[in-house]
């Protein structure tokens, strides 16, 4: 989805402040669960109508979700525990956020935006299941990961939405954003079955 250009020139701005991050004692780990708290915090506060403090959080935990890998090959690589907690924080962060969003929705009596956070927490949520567990039977992550919402467009749409939001002071344009969203993820989730499915029917497993 990033131009490789653009992912190699983000790898090397974020590379001196990962390795003084590992230099100060600053593990991947802690950097992981600083971004998923930061997150938590952003969706609280989407929840009690505060869209220009959400967007701070969550932009900052965004940072740390991407300067949290560049710790860990700056410190060596990766470990299981280091995958197993990016991955969890991601499921808690996204709940957050839209769990957030139907919550504002249900107190503003605003039906739309409750019934459009529910649709994106339970598309961002079978979004990644089916590729993890495509790839635990086998099937290339290249294919498991097809569609044009993975996680990292999804959180695109929030921020932008979130940005418009408190630019301009209308929640609708949150809700735009929000239902975009929705509908990418439920796309991404029935292209993700149909491809798994006729991979997995062709090795005939």
């Known amino acids: ?4 250009r653009l992912a190699r020139s983000t790898r090397l701005g974020i590379a ?9 004692g600053v593990t991947a780990n802690v950097v992981t669960l600083i971004g998923g708290a930061l997150t938590v915090i952003g969706g609280a506060l989407i929840a009690l109508d505060r869209p220009g403090y959400a967007l701070v959080a969550l932009l900052v935990g965004t ?3 991407t300067i949290d890998g560049a710790v860990a090959r700056a410190s060596g690589g990766g470990t299981k525990l280091g995958g197993f ?13 839209f769990g957030g969003t139907a919550a504002l929705g249900a107190a503003l009596g605003f039906g ?11 598309g961002s949520f079978l979004v990644p299941y089916v590729r993890a567990k495509a790839e635990s039977m086998g099937v290339p992550a290249a294919v498991a990961a097809v569609g044009p919402a993975p996680r990292e467009a999804r959180i695109v749409v929030v921020l932008l939405g979130l940005a418009a939001w408190a630019l301009f002071g209308l929640n609708e344009l949150y809700l735009l954003a929000v239902l975009l969203l929705a509908i990418l993820a439920l796309i991404t989730f029935v292209q993700r079955v149909a491809t798994v499915a006729a991979r997995l029917g062709k090795e005939g497993t």
Do not use: K
Request: aromatic letters at 4%; hydrophobic letters at 60%; proline letters at 5%.
């Open 1 to 4: 989805m990033v131009p490789d």
């Open 85 to 97: 907690l990016d991955s969890t924080t991601d499921r808690v962060a996204d709940a957050a956020i």
């Open 112 to 122: 739309l935006l409750f019934w459009a956070g529910l649709l994106a927490l339970v």
């Open 63 to 65: 940072a740390c979700d």
């Open 16 to 24: 001196p402040i990962a390795r003084g991050l590992v230099a100060a």
